[in-house]
């Protein structure tokens, strides 16, 4: 029987427990998205909590995001902050995944780029106005996926996830309401995922064949009409286990769909682990390692998840805003479930911390 505390290996990656630091928009880079002392602090209460593996929030692959203080990779002059994070994580025994995305239109503020989706579709009273992604700036973005994980392995990350989920631009390529092309990146699932899988292939190519590469995918996206659907979502992930992703992180919803990436009031265990079903019925068709997040707040609840279904480990995201050392707590005894309420006051644009952590 699997157990939530032992050592595996997570994708190529090895770990001392199953359970995984999920990622989040941390907002703490200075303005141009490098690297801060109050990132590198975050991340050292981080490392001291028995966090199986660490994954980095949102860090954008292409130059101009509109939320600047995003973490960046896309030239060089990153490397040098990013190796400072990585070198801390590794003193201190941990693993460390970054995040690379690229938010496509789904963004807030004045962008420094032009906004491309890929068809030029927004939802109903957005104030973004976006254009259709030409193929050849889908070959320049491709490359920038690439680039920006072989910077990565420079800096000395344990490997990467590519960021397909919650409506940033891989997840609206998945989605039938945003992806709307009539050529070979649109209409079937095998050409809605076209895009995911060449900037996999980019990464492998420059990476190498052993180094880590996951994804971060939505179980369904949760709209009425023209969502990713959970058969399309378990297709998808099928051709990213057969080209050679290391580990699928299964997640859901989009900011217009009946649920959101990040639901309110978990005050019940029934309301835990909404994306259970969707990732246990994923692993059992692929043999690909399969990490489950969403709404996790109870030791027992992540327990019976890892003993009781096919899922590899459980990621965790808001609990470990406000309480990095969640699981150092649960090692020592003290069993009670995550303090977060799920509120969702954390994420702000001058940081994301929890509102009861403010000094």
């Given at each position: 029987?699997?157990?939530v505390?032992?050592?595996?290996n997570?994708?190529g990656i090895?770990?001392?427990?199953?359970?995984v630091?999920?990622?989040?928009?941390?907002?703490?880079?200075?303005?141009n998205?490098?690297?801060t002392?109050r990132l590198?602090?975050?991340?050292?209460e981080l490392?001291?909590?028995?966090?199986?593996?660490?994954?980095?929030g949102?860090?954008?692959?292409v130059?101009?995001?509109a939320?600047h203080?995003?973490m960046?990779?896309?030239?060089d002059?990153?490397?040098?902050?990013?190796?400072?994070?990585?070198?801390?994580?590794?003193?201190n025994?941990n693993k460390?995944?970054v995040?690379l995305v690229?938010h496509?239109?789904?963004?807030s503020?004045r962008?420094?780029y032009?906004?491309?989706?890929?068809?030029?579709?927004?939802?109903?009273?957005?104030r973004?106005?976006s254009r259709?992604?030409t193929?050849?700036?889908?070959?320049k973005?491709?490359?920038d996926?690439?680039?920006?994980?072989?910077?990565?392995?420079k800096?000395?990350?344990?490997?990467?996830?590519i960021?397909g989920?919650?409506g940033?631009?891989?997840?609206?390529?998945?989605?039938p309401y945003?992806n709307?092309?009539?050529?070979?990146y649109?209409g079937?699932?095998?050409?809605?995922?076209?895009?995911i899988l060449e900037?996999?292939?980019?990464?492998?190519k420059?990476c190498?064949?052993?180094?880590?590469?996951?994804i971060?995918i939505?179980?369904c996206?949760?709209?009425?009409?023209g969502?990713?659907t959970?058969e399309d979502?378990?297709k998808a992930?099928?051709?990213f286990?057969?080209?050679g992703?290391?580990a699928?992180?299964?997640?859901g919803g989009?900011?217009?769909g009946?649920?959101?990436?990040?639901?309110?009031?978990?005050r019940?265990?029934e309301?835990?682990?909404?994306?259970?079903?969707?990732?246990?019925?994923?692993a059992?068709e692929?043999?690909t390692?399969?990490?489950?997040?969403?709404?996790?707040?109870?030791?027992?609840?992540?327990?019976e998840?890892?003993?009781?279904?096919?899922?590899d480990?459980?990621a965790?995201?808001?609990p470990f805003i406000?309480?990095?050392?969640?699981?150092?707590?649960w090692?020592?005894?003290?069993t009670?479930?995550?303090?977060?309420?799920s509120c969702?006051?954390c994420?702000?644009?001058?940081?994301?911390?929890?509102?009861?952590?403010?000094?």
């Amino acid at each position: 029987m699997k157990k939530v505390f032992e050592k595996i290996n997570l994708g190529g990656i090895e770990i001392n427990n199953r359970i995984v630091r999920s990622a989040t928009a941390e907002l703490m880079g200075d303005s141009n998205g490098y690297m801060t002392d109050r990132l590198l602090n975050m991340y050292s209460e981080l490392c001291d909590g028995n966090i199986g593996l660490l994954i980095t929030g949102l860090t954008e692959v292409v130059e101009g995001t509109a939320t600047h203080t995003l973490m960046k990779i896309h030239d060089d002059s990153y490397i040098e902050g990013l190796k400072k994070l990585t070198d801390l994580v590794h003193s201190n025994g941990n693993k460390i995944v970054v995040q690379l995305v690229h938010h496509g239109s789904q963004i807030s503020g004045r962008p420094r780029y032009e906004p491309y989706s890929p068809s030029g579709i927004e939802e109903e009273g957005s104030r973004v106005k976006s254009r259709e992604i030409t193929k050849e700036e889908i070959k320049k973005l491709v490359e920038d996926f690439g680039d920006g994980a072989l910077r990565a392995k420079k800096a000395g990350f344990d490997g990467v996830q590519i960021h397909g989920a919650h409506g940033y631009f891989f997840s609206r390529f998945l989605t039938p309401y945003y992806n709307r092309r009539n050529d070979e990146y649109g209409g079937s699932i095998e050409n809605r995922a076209r895009i995911i899988l060449e900037a996999y292939e980019n990464i492998r190519k420059k990476c190498g064949e052993d180094f880590p590469i996951f994804i971060k995918i939505n179980a369904c996206d949760f709209l009425d009409e023209g969502g990713l659907t959970f058969e399309d979502s378990k297709k998808a992930i099928k051709m990213f286990s057969e080209a050679g992703f290391n580990a699928i992180e299964v997640s859901g919803g989009i900011k217009i769909g009946k649920h959101t990436a990040v639901r309110p009031a978990i005050r019940a265990r029934e309301d835990e682990a909404y994306h259970r079903e969707y990732a246990n019925e994923i692993a059992k068709e692929i043999s690909t390692p399969v990490i489950v997040v969403g709404g996790f707040r109870n030791l027992d609840v992540v327990k019976e998840v890892i003993e009781n279904t096919h899922v590899d480990a459980v990621a965790l995201c808001r609990p470990f805003i406000i309480e990095p050392k969640l699981v150092t707590r649960w090692l020592e005894g003290d069993t009670q479930k995550s303090k977060c309420i799920s509120c969702n006051k954390c994420f702000n644009p001058r940081g994301t911390i929890c509102i009861f952590n403010k000094k």
